[in-house]
C-alpha cells in the first residue's frame, strides 16, 4: 500500500522558518511530480510548491521568493523549506504525487502554525 507520510509541522512564530519532508513508499518515486499543498480553515485546498520528475519547480505567488521545494529521489522524500513564514501561511500542508499514466496519492497533512 503506497504511503506519503508528511513529517516537520509545528507551530512557529512570524518571520521564522521550517522544513517540511515527506516520505513516500512509491517504488517508482522518480517518476512522479511531487507536489505540497495546503488548506486553511474555511478555504480551498491550494497549491503551494510542486516538483516534477525532471526538477522543473513551480511556486504559488504567494510563497515565491519564501519556499524551496526539492527531492531526493534516492530517498523517496520531497522537502519543503519555509523561510519568512507569515501569520497566512498557517494551514494543513499536505503532500501529493502525481503522474498521467498512474494513480496519484496524498498524504495526511502536517499542521503549520505561525502565531506570535
Known amino acids: 500500500q503506497v504511503q506519503l507520510v508528511e513529517s516537520g509541522g509545528g507551530l512557529v512564530q512570524p518571520g521564522g522558518s521550517l522544513r517540511l519532508s515527506c516520505a513516500a513508499s512509491?517504488?517508482?518515486?522518480?517518476?512522479?511530480?511531487m507536489g505540497w499543498y495546503r488548506q486553511a480553515p474555511g478555504k480551498e485546498r491550494e497549491l503551494v510548491a510542486r516538483?516534477?520528475?525532471?526538477?522543473?519547480?513551480q511556486y504559488a505567488e504567494s510563497v515565491e521568493g519564501r519556499f524551496t521545494i526539492s527531492r531526493d529521489n534516492a530517498k523517496n522524500t520531497v522537502s519543503l523549506q519555509m523561510n519568512s513564514l507569515k501569520v497566512e501561511d498557517t494551514a494543513v500542508y499536505y503532500c501529493?504525487?502525481?503522474?498521467?499514466?498512474?494513480?496519484?496519492?496524498w498524504g495526511q497533512g502536517t499542521q503549520v502554525t505561525v502565531s506570535s
Open positions: 501529493h504525487a502525481d503522474n498521467p499514466a498512474y494513480p496519484n496519492y
Open positions: 512509491l517504488s517508482i518515486f522518480s517518476i512522479y511530480n
Open positions: 516538483i516534477t520528475s525532471i526538477g522543473f519547480t
